[in-house]
């Protein structure tokens, strides 16, 4: 009876689930080249959408808009799982903004963006480059400059964190030319990939860990088959959305 009503369940809420971890965005879906980008960052709270004047979420993504130096620093900050600090930021320009809690974090982190005085301007794509670097701590203030990108200059002061970018796979350049295209602007699609693409292979908000005692023991690793072990022994579960929770556990109990 117990596998019955789980089954039940799963078919009575397969629906909602589902839709609960798609993009909720109504600009945005997952035939988008970005859509699965998209809804990663939401899920993570990484992105949120627009507000309107009421502060109402209006659920709108845009993703053609070109992202701003305070929208860059949200999604970059939430990405590593920096987040905000409290109190106010000593930069005047960024005080009363929305996101001065996360410009108050950027200058205890020393981030390059943390000085800007438009958190509004659009950001270009050196600077959520840097950005990344810097948040992720890709080291790039310590690489050479191995000519990543055909246009792209040893001698330019940022040329490490370029680098850096380009060996973690973060940035890779344009389709054919592999130019990286410095001072042009780069939309919320493109900065969803690229924090998406930074948490996999730079460090992850992803990667929380969380250590439980099950009777009976039990060794779980992501994408590796069920394993008993010894009784007892500490074991470690990647998150889950509540459909694959709930899809797993109907079979224990057959």
Known sequence: ??????QKLLAQNEEALIFEE??????????DWFGGYVAKAREEGIVSGYKDA???????FKP???????????????????????????NPAVQDHWAAGYFAKAEQLGLDLSKVSNPNAEATR????????EVFDLGGDSYDYENAFPDVSASNPNAGHL?????????????GTGTFRL??????????????????????????????EVEGGASVEEEEEFVPSEEGETINFRKVSFLDFLKAMIPLFW
């Open 1 to 6: 009876e117990l596998v019955d009503n789980g």
């Open 22 to 31: 798609e993009v909720k965005f109504k600009d945005t879906g997952f035939d």
């Open 54 to 60: 009421s502060g109402e979420l209006t659920g709108e």
């Open 64 to 90: 053609a808009n070109p992202v701003t130096y305070a929208e860059a620093l949200k999604m970059a900050l939430e990405s590593a799982g920096e987040g905000q600090a409290s109190g106010e930021p000593s």
């Open 126 to 133: 050196e600077d959520v480059a840097v950005l990344v670097s």
């Open 163 to 175: 680098q850096a970018v380009y060996e973690f796979g973060i940035f890779t350049g344009d389709s």
């Open 183 to 212: 001072e042009d602007p780069i939309n919320r699609a493109e900065v969803s990939k690229v924090m998406n693409v930074a948490i996999e292979n730079a460090g992850s908000v992803e990667d929380m860990e969380f250590d439980f």
